[in-house]
């Protein structure tokens, strides 16, 4: 096992460390979807309907029109503001598996063959720096392996936000060492990644807990793709309703030719929104997020048994004696003299009125705006993270903004539906103030999972 730094003995931020990073946190945001030329306008003030689109790398539904309707219960999308990078040599499963939060025994041992999984690299504190898909390069993409043609794979590709693929490729550089490994990030046309997805489908085949077996799950991927050939397929974990995540070789990047109506990138943020999914650094912000707050453990996203990799002392800590308060959530914008939805479903419409009677929506609030309660004031109920139309996540107070009863919480504290809370932002002391009111939903699926494992605990043996 390859040494990692290791930072079992650090103390807690303070509050002004930890004010420091979450401006350091937006600045980077910020300026990574913001073109310099708008950066040096003077007294601009940006919210996430400001952000430049030719910057936006497709990260911030803000950068194109919302849709006008909901997303098709069957179809596929490519995915631009994913990047691929390749991991090529005989060193390449040691490493990675000393650096991610899933094991990549997984994808190395004979007899469980497997398209690949959902997984994270964390900074030495437990912080999520990004959040990737990590699949065996059965396509060649990286080049001839070096293990023998009937050993296991030495040859891996690592789908991230596109974003953030320059820092991941300095990020592995930096522990590389003396690694028998080859790192490249590979051009767009190289290969591309889409999502395929079909409601209907996925529901005759899903269990009890929606997930499929492994005979219709084999059945469902052939049914969506008959020709498989020059792709990789992997049923994506993260949601039992995300579908297919499929990555195509050169050649064919023009069509997956998959059984569905073909759709957008818009319509994929959507279903992930609708799903409480978070994707990429404007969602799970690099060193502030914690795995399990953005719902890593529940996607598949982390291995609880592996031995030792960079993060693991804080997060091995929380899942086993930490309750976790806060969980990326869907929320609905709605206006402040509207009543509070009762369910969640998108719409594409303005939500309330905003100081010239222009209508605002979940577009339009500040990346990171808190979330109060309406009426009174106290601590922040969580934090805005993105949206289009009236839908979008939320880091959310489980306690507060929701009826998930955490172990050990008082009873005094316990979620009240009749409370609303409010996100407002723009001008000073309620002059030119713009407001919208938030609701946060648990989804099916997620609800399903605290209520059987519980919250943050470990399981009971």
């Not at 020709?227 to 069509?255: A, E, F, H, N, Y």
Request: glycine share 10%; hydrophobic share 35%.
């Amino acid at each position: 096992m390859q040494a990692l730094p290791r930072c079992a003995g650090a103390r807690p931020a303070t509050r002004a460390a930890a004010a420091l990073r979450k401006s350091v946190v937006r600045q980077e945001t910020r300026s990574a979807f913001i073109c310099s030329s708008c950066l040096s306008l003077p007294n601009r003030t940006f919210s996430s309907s400001a952000r430049c689109s030719s910057n936006d790398s497709g990260n911030r539904a803000s950068s194109t029109p919302a849709p006008t309707t909901p997303p098709p219960s069957s179809g596929y999308a490519a995915l631009p503001s994913r990047r691929i990078i390749s991991v090529a040599g005989v060193d390449a499963a040691k490493f990675l598996q000393g650096m991610i939060t899933s094991n990549m025994n997984d994808l190395t041992t004979p007899g469980r063959p497997v398209a690949g999984f959902y997984t994270g690299f964390l900074q030495a504190t437990g912080r999520v720096l990004y959040d990737v898909f990590v699949y065996p390069d059965t396509l060649g993409l990286g080049g001839s392996q070096d293990g023998a043609p009937d050993g296991p794979p030495t040859s891996f590709l690592i789908e991230c936000d596109d974003a953030r693929a320059g820092a991941l490729l300095r990020h592995l550089k930096k522990y590389k060492l003396r690694s028998k490994f080859k790192i490249q990030l590979l051009e767009p046309e190289e290969c591309v990644v889409w999502q395929a997805w079909n409601d209907a489908a996925f529901a005759a085949v899903a269990g009890h807990n929606g997930t499929a077996e492994d005979a219709n799950h084999s059945i469902l991927i052939t049914d969506l793709l008959p020709d498989q050939q020059g792709k990789i397929v992997l049923r994506d974990p993260r949601s039992p309703t995300m579908g297919l995540r499929v990555l195509g070789r050169p050649g064919s990047s023009s069509d997956p030719q998959v059984q569905a109506e073909p759709s957008d990138a818009a319509a994929y943020r959507i279903r992930r929104y609708l799903d409480g999914v978070a994707e990429g650094a404007a969602e799970i912000l690099p060193d502030a997020a914690l795995p399990l707050e953005a719902n890593m453990d529940w996607m598949g996203g982390i291995d609880f048994r592996k031995g030792c990799y960079l993060g693991q002392e804080l997060t091995i800590r929380t899942k086993h004696r930490g309750v976790v308060r806060k969980r990326i959530l869907p929320v609905v914008v709605y206006g402040e003299d509207e009543a509070a939805p009762a369910r969640l479903e998108y719409r594409p419409l303005a939500v309330g009125e905003g100081q010239e009677g222009e209508g605002l929506s979940a577009a339009d609030v500040p990346h990171l705006s808190s979330i109060g309660r309406t009426g009174r004031k106290g601590r922040s109920a969580g934090s805005f993270l993105d949206g289009v139309g009236n839908i979008g996540l939320g880091l959310c107070r489980l306690q507060m903004m929701t009826d998930v009863q955490l172990p050990g919480e008082a009873e005094a504290a316990a979620f009240d539906p009749s409370k609303e809370f409010l996100m407002q932002w723009g001008g000073d002391e309620g002059n030119g103030t713009q407001k919208v009111k938030v609701k946060a939903f648990v989804p099916e699926w997620l609800r399903s999972k605290i209520s059987s494992e519980g919250n943050g605990e470990a399981p009971q043996s």
